[in-house]
């Protein structure tokens, strides 16, 4: 009973700050969002969090303001200052009548984040444990943030050097642990439970937007407004790829042959040839997946062949396995501030023609501070996921674009113009995070050719069908409308092109890095081709993607479709007009900021296809990851906006039998959620077992060990010796959970963060031989080259090494000594 109340009075705490921090930005949003008629209140509190975390992280960088809970006061002063000025400019009136007037839909919205967050919470406490993949890492920035003097954080798992990495959500993640007070271990799975309800109310928010703006009154009750937008975090947060509903089938043994000797065999599965589900099915057979971690193969959908066929390991992630797993990672802590740069995009589109500032000659739409915070919010993106910052201003310039067609200008300005706004965006978002890019290194190293390496349709359908179906059944829809085929046949000879121009990009590019006598080994072992001419792996390029057309095929008429829709002489650019028609047959206004929505999502698809990031992984697994769960985001706003569409204008006979296909493979993408969550909670468990602590798990299994590292978290910070071993392991624990600088924590993972391991360096030798060795003096000297001041002796120490304690014991004080487990001190030296 009394975790309970802590967890609860832990959830209020959060709740009640970030809603005042949400409300002190209020006139902020406010001002900004004047085109929208929720003017931006669904992002309150993730802009709140946002601009709060980068004024103190800001100055913090600079040493105007300590890492400390006074410097985050300061910080919240600073908006209450901006908000203030607004209010004084503006008056408090305005918003007060406002309020009063959109009540429903403020509480509408209060109620979604409150019960996503609320729920999530209670999820993450019936499987809260922060062990396993990532999480341990995540947990160690969190506590290094906390435990660091100043900005930038030191790196918890490389004594000496700061955290080369993408921090800022975890500098978020941090100030509300630190303003609330309450575990770590606690914050960590709020933070889950708070990002996934900013997400909720995100969605939410936007096809709010989308539906409201421009619609006669008379069309939909007000009810309906606020019932319909539920949409958007529906297909976001709960929608999954259909490989769930397929662990269901194949748990049943469905399309699996039995033999005469006993054995199954599957053309069907064999064909399909997703990981595991092309193995047998265990006996008995039932409806309910019993094989290990089924919720885990949905992020492992798709597969690359090298030229021997050997199978790539991919990762494909969406939102509802992102926080079911439940890693605080990067790609989870920027989902809602993507949503954000959504709504942004979506100002911009509804916003009125006016003169602005002028950048390089050039007029944009935009006032110095609009500007300000425009740079300021997608250039936040570049440190919480960096590659979801351009993809974020790419859409906004792709809005600008589009709202210029109504314009005079010719088509070769507007694109100049679009180009010249993208790269101002980027510049100021980088300048004003400055201070990030000045100490971040990336494993990033070029454009890599994909030839052998693509999609193929059958594992594109499972990932993605259940999102692309009702946007191409809304794109056909008003594609029909139009008796231009001319046109269409002009928009598919343009996407034609445009894929095939791609492709001979990609076979000169291979063909130009076959030739470097340096890349070619590497290009080699890439694919597996040693012994062949690059003519042959040319050809099995163009037959493997001939042979699995699906992908392409997808893409390309989806391309056509979006690209016949944004030239459609007789579809004007209205900003406002997104009406439901009374009837089906009459002439209809396509939505063409969904169209570019959609047009972003497609390109983030299409890319891997031909060229991804060159990394320390070597193939497409990492650029997948980052492609497609961006895409994932814009297309499930554009999916479920489609489905309400589709459903509005559908009549008939074929109508029922569209919105009954539709049904059936939404319900289909729905059934991972329930099944999958059953499983990864542990059956829900008992409520009286239930914790958000993330760390109570270390505390039941190595007692002496957690306590050790409670008195080690009051003592001043210091680096730590321990013992040093691989990634997703119990590894660097102690840092872990004090968030005290290690001389080296998991190295695979500092390798992908540096780029290398030069920053590595002899470390792991150096610490196998300062626990090993019998010669103190040596012992002493790496002391002494690491500044090392707590010694940490362990189980683990003790089954990794050779463990001489009595060199230490003899020269060094025992400061703490319970059990198996003894800290020393080393006494500082002059």
């Not at 989308?210 to 006669?216: A, E």
């Not at 050997?310 to 790609?331: G, K, Q, V, Y």
């Not at 070769?412 to 100021?428: G, N, R």
């Not at 990851?625 to 994932?632: G, S, V």
Request: hydrophobic content about 50%; proline content about 5%; charged content about 15%.
């Amino acid at each position: 009973m009394a975790t309970h109340m802590r967890d609860l009075l832990s959830f209020l705490s959060w709740y009640l700050i970030i809603t005042v921090v949400g409300l002190l930005t209020l006139p902020i949003v406010y001002r900004y969002f004047v085109n929208l008629r929720d003017r931006g209140y669904a992002f309150i509190r993730g802009i709140g969090l946002l601009l709060w975390g980068f004024i103190f992280w800001f100055l913090a960088s600079l040493g105007i303001v300590q890492n400390n809970i006074g410097g985050q006061v300061f910080a919240l002063i600073v908006i209450c200052l901006f908000s203030g000025l607004i209010l004084r400019k503006q008056g408090l009136q305005g918003i007060v009548t406002w309020m009063a007037a959109n009540k429903k839909m403020i509480i509408a919205t209060e109620l979604v984040f409150l019960c996503a967050f609320a729920l999530w919470a209670f999820i993450r406490s019936a499987n809260p444990e922060i062990v396993g993949t990532e999480k341990p890492m995540e947990l160690a920035f969190i506590n290094s943030i906390l435990a660091s003097p100043g900005i930038p954080p030191h790196d918890p798992w490389l004594s000496g050097y700061a955290i080369s990495y993408y921090y800022f959500g975890y500098v978020m993640v941090a100030m509300l642990i630190r303003l609330s007070g309450v575990l770590s271990g606690i914050g960590f799975n709020l933070a889950i439970a708070l990002w996934f309800g900013l997400s909720a109310v995100g969605a939410y928010g936007i096809i709010y937007n989308l539906l409201s703006l421009g619609k006669r009154r008379r069309d939909r009750s007000l009810r309906g407004d606020l019932s319909l937008p539920l949409s958007g975090p529906l297909f976001l947060l709960i929608m999954a790829n259909l490989e769930g509903v397929l662990e269901i089938l194949h748990a049943r043994s469905l399309f699996w042959k039995r033999l005469p000797d006993g054995s199954l065999v599957s053309s069907f599965w064999k064909w399909l040839d997703i990981l595991d589900l092309s193995s047998p099915p265990a006996e008995p057979f039932s409806w309910f997946p019993t094989r290990y971690l089924p919720w885990w193969r949905a992020s492992r959908v798709l597969q690359d062949y090298d030229l021997l066929n050997a199978s790539r390991e991919i990762i494909d992630e969406f939102p509802n396995f992102t926080f079911l797993l439940a890693d605080l990672h990067p790609h989870l802590l920027a989902t809602p501030f993507v949503l954000l740069g959504i709504m942004i995009a979506l100002n911009l589109f509804h916003g009125k023609a006016k003169t602005g500032l002028s950048v390089w000659g050039i007029r944009f739409p935009l006032t110095w501070d609009e500007l300000l915070f425009t740079g300021l919010c997608l250039g936040g993106l570049g440190f919480l996921n960096i590659w979801d910052f351009p993809f974020s201003v790419l859409l906004f310039s792709g809005v600008y674009l589009l709202k210029g067609v109504s314009s005079h200008k010719s088509r070769v300005s507007l694109f100049l113009d679009s180009a010249l706004l993208f790269i101002t965006i980027l510049l100021a978002g980088f300048v004003m995070y400055l201070p990030y890019y000045l100490s971040f290194s990336s494993q990033a190293g070029g454009l890599i050719p994909s030839l052998l390496f693509f999609t193929r349709g059958a594992h594109f359908g499972v990932m993605f069908g259940s999102l692309l179906a009702p946007i191409m059944v809304f794109l056909f829809m008003e594609i029909r409308t139009s008796k231009s085929t001319r046109r269409f046949g002009q928009s598919l000879l343009f996407s034609c092109g445009l894929f095939l121009a791609a492709f001979i990009l990609m076979i000169v590019a291979g063909w130009f890095g076959w030739m470097i006598p340096a890349a070619r080994p590497w290009l080699e072992a890439l694919f597996n081709s040693h012994g062949h001419s690059f003519l042959s792996v040319m050809l099995a390029t163009i037959q493997r993607r001939m042979m699995a057309p699906g992908t392409w095929l997808t893409l390309l008429l989806i391309t056509t479709g979006i690209h016949y829709l944004l030239r459609r002489k007789e579809s004007k650019i209205s900003a406002g007009d997104m009406s439901f028609p009374s009837r089906p047959d009459k002439a209809r206004q396509p939505p063409e900021f969904i169209l570019i929505v959609m047009a972003v999502g497609i390109l983030l698809l299409s890319i891997p296809e031909f060229f991804y990031l060159r990394d320390l992984f070597g193939w497409r697994m990492n650029t997948i990851f980052k492609f497609y769960y961006h895409a994932w985001i814009l297309l499930s706003i554009s999916g479920a906006y489609a489905l309400i569409r589709v459903f509005q204008q559908s009549r008939g006979w074929l109508g029922v039998s569209v919105k009954t296909g539709l049904m059936i493979i939404l319900i289909a993408s729905l059934v991972y959620a329930p099944v999958m969550l059953e499983i990864k909670s542990n059956h829900f468990g008992k409520m009286e077992s239930r914790t958000l602590d993330g760390n109570r798990y270390f505390s039941d299994m190595y007692p002496d060990e957690a306590k050790a590292v409670a008195w080690l978290s009051t003592k001043p910070p210091g680096i730590l010796a321990e013992a040093i071993g691989g990634s997703y392991t119990g590894y660097a624990r102690v840092s872990t959970l004090t968030g005290y600088p290690t001389v080296l924590g998991w190295p695979g993972h500092e390798g992908q963060w540096r780029g290398g391991d030069e920053e590595m360096g002899t470390r792991a030798y150096d610490i196998e031989k300062l626990y090993s060795t019998n010669d103190w003096s040596t012992a002493e000297s790496i002391i002494r080259q690491y500044a090392i001041r707590y010694i940490f002796i362990g189980n683990l120490e003790r089954a990794t090494y050779h463990v001489n304690d009595g060199k230490f014991i003899q020269h060094l004080p025992v400061v703490f000594d319970q059990g198996s487990v003894i800290i020393l001190e080393v006494v500082p030296y002059d």
